[in-house]
């Protein structure tokens, strides 16, 4: 087994370097859940808006595509890398924008897996559109699929549906982006908001269970699954973004220490 980058003191929290397609196969422990955010490949030297001002969309050669069979490639490499370590009866979420989503559909079908919804999450606070020509984005879409076709998956019905004031929960979420709270490490650029990693995890897994981010980035899935007491290993090529997750990890430990001696004292 590669080295670990990180375990926690509590050893809820582990950390790999490197490509999931390399480590995955050597992690012994089968998952109970696992949420996707792989690259979009936007990366095209465009241009957005980001706090008002004009800035690039290039985030990395890791988000540059060669073509869109390489894409489709990289796609299913990753997920049959994924769904090796999954447990028969865990789910997969997958996020992904128009760019990708059909890719990543197709994909899933191809391996076995049986989609269960795709998820529109529609941001209160969107970039806008500076071309003017078309309709301003403000919405990703998160597939969730579990590993087999017909082996019953993990859904919590109840708790959804009370957060829901009573009524069954829709698969259209208006959840914000990222707070600026939740970058005091720093900030990953595709980062998700914990309002969405929350509500994932809560609707899919259960107290100890294993989660994994195959593309870990700031581990805001490794934070959201801590806080609601999962267990959570999380792989990502980039060094600098695995520090940043560590930096919260030990934040979020720091919190909930002094909220314990709040508690008892």
Not at 12 to 35: M, R, S
Not at 201 to 224: K, R
């Amino acid at each position: 087994m590669d080295k670990v980058y990180y375990n926690s003191p509590d050893s809820n929290f582990q950390l790999y370097l490197g490509n999931c397609v390399d480590i995955l196969p050597k992690i012994n422990e089968k998952v109970d859940l696992v949420f996707a955010d792989p690259p979009y490949f936007l990366s095209n030297d465009g241009f957005t808006i980001k706090a008002g001002k004009v800035a690039s969309v290039n985030k990395g050669d890791w988000d540059k595509k060669e073509n869109h069979l390489s894409t489709i490639q990289f796609t299913e490499q990753w997920l049959e890398a994924v769904r090796h370590v999954m447990k028969d009866s865990a789910t997969i979420w997958v996020s992904c924008t128009m760019h990708n989503l059909f890719d990543v559909g197709s994909a899933l079908q191809r391996l076995g897996f049986k989609t269960l919804n795709i998820v529109t999450w529609q941001k209160t606070n969107p970039p806008p559109n500076l071309s003017c020509r078309y309709f301003t984005h403000s919405t990703e879409h998160i597939i969730w699929a579990r590993k087999h076709q017909n082996k019953a998956h993990y859904f919590n019905y109840e708790l959804m549906k009370s957060i829901n004031q009573g009524k069954q929960m829709k698969d259209v979420w208006t959840l914000p982006a990222v707070s600026k709270k939740e970058t005091t490490c720093g900030k990953h650029p595709t980062q998700k908001s914990l309002s969405l990693l929350n509500r994932i995890i809560l609707a899919s897994s259960q107290e100890d269970d294993l989660v994994l981010d195959p593309f870990a980035g700031s581990s805001t899935t490794g934070i959201a699954a801590n806080t609601h007491n999962r267990r959570y290993i999380g792989t990502d090529i980039s060094p600098e973004f695995l520090n940043l997750s560590i930096c919260r990890k030990k934040e979020l430990d720091a919190t909930r220490q002094q909220q314990s001696i709040l508690i008892s004292s």
